[in-house]
T-cell receptor
Framework: GESVGLHLPTLSVQEGDNSIINCAYSNSASDYFIWYKQESGKGPQFIIDIRSNMDKRQGQRVTVLLNKTVKHLSLQIAATQPGDSAVYFCAEIRYNNNDMRFGAGTRLTVKP | DVKVTQSSRYLVKRTGEKVFLECVQDMDHENMFWYRQDPGLGLRLIYFSYDVKMKEKGDIPEGYSVSREKKERFSLILESASTNQTSMYLC???????????FGPGTRLLVL
């Protein structure tokens, strides 16, 4: 069936290292992808997005890569900081049926 | 800044009780959404509304109803709470499509 999933439920990194969080999707018709950050006790917060006609998009310390060949999305966080500790999840949107699906999330822990 | 507020952060209810979860947004957004978030699962859409007095079923509407009497307020109602409705409930609003959603902090509901 169609789904949006994540490879790992948890990720632990050392402060200052780069983090890579992955997401797999199964429907090649997805048009748009979003990464969210959800800190403990808070609602999800938009981080970065990418359209299906792009391969890469960069923000401040974050980069999203989209590999449509293998239906894979990744979020890279440069120089990870303790404030980056949170659950990160991806979402996909298909405009033709206005459908939006969310991944379960990866919990990122940053060790000092 | 967009602000989406939810009436309670934590709620404990008994099976069979009627439960009201309130959500208010202050940015005159037309669209409002209710999701539930469970461990190991992505956000699942319960109901959404594109205008006052309008409502549309999401993916898991069973056991829930909603009310949108004013543009800024979207209420989720559990007519007769059951233990399987124990979850984190997230409200969101958007001006455009689903890609521009702003989330509230969530209400963690425990049904005993």
């Amino acid at each position: 069936g169609e789904s949006v999933g994540l490879h790992l439920p948890t990720l632990s990194v050392q402060e200052g290292d780069n983090s890579i969080i992955n997401c797999a999707y199964s429907n090649s018709a997805s048009d748009y992808f979003i990464w969210y950050k959800q800190e403990s006790g808070k609602g999800p917060q938009f981080i970065i997005d990418i359209r299906s006609n792009m391969d890469k998009r960069q923000g401040q310390r974050v980069t999203v890569l989209l590999n449509k060949t293998v239906k894979h999305l990744s979020l890279q966080i440069a120089a990870t900081q303790p404030g980056d500790s949170a659950v990160y999840f991806c979402a996909e949107i298909r405009y033709n049926n206005n459908d939006m699906r969310f991944g379960a999330g990866t919990r990122l822990t940053v060790k000092p | 800044d967009v602000k989406v507020t939810q009436s309670s952060r934590y709620l404990v209810k008994r099976t069979g009780e009627k439960v009201f979860l309130e959500c208010v947004q202050d940015m005159d957004h037309e669209n409002m959404f209710w999701y539930r978030q469970d461990p190991g699962l992505g956000l699942r859409l319960i109901y959404f509304s594109y205008d006052v007095k309008m409502k549309e079923k999401g993916d898991i509407p069973e056991g829930y109803s909603v009310s949108r009497e004013k543009k800024e307020r979207f209420s989720l109602i559990l007519e007769s709470a059951s233990t399987n409705q124990t979850s984190m409930y997230l409200c969101a609003s958007s001006f455009g499509g689903k890609e521009t959603q702003y989330f509230g902090p969530g209400t963690r509901l425990l049904v005993l």
